[in-house]
C-alpha cells in the first residue's frame, strides 16, 4: 500500500514540474524591468449610430397586417 501512495506522489510531482512555461516579458537592458505594454481600455470602442426610422405609418400597417403585436411575435419566432 506504502508503495502505491509513494508512486501516485511521484507521478503527481513529476507531473506537476513539467508545466509548460509562460516567455518573460521584454526587459528594458539599462534598468532590467518589465516594459509596459499600452493598450488602451477604448480599443474596441465604436459609436452611437442612429438607426434609420420606418415611417410610422407604415410600421403601423405591417403590424396590423400581422394581426396586431400578437400576431408579430408569431410571424418572428416568439411564444404563442
Known sequence: MNKSISLSLAILVAGCT???????????????????VYRSALEG????AD???APWR?????VRSAGGHVGI???HGGHQ
Open 45 to 48: 470602442y465604436r459609436a452611437f
Open 58 to 62: 407604415e410600421a403601423n400597417e405591417e
Open 73 to 75: 411575435l408569431k410571424s
Open 51 to 53: 438607426q434609420e426610422l
Open 18 to 36: 513539467s508545466a509548460p512555461q509562460r516567455p518573460l516579458p521584454v526587459q528594458d537592458p539599462q534598468t532590467g524591468a518589465p516594459v509596459p
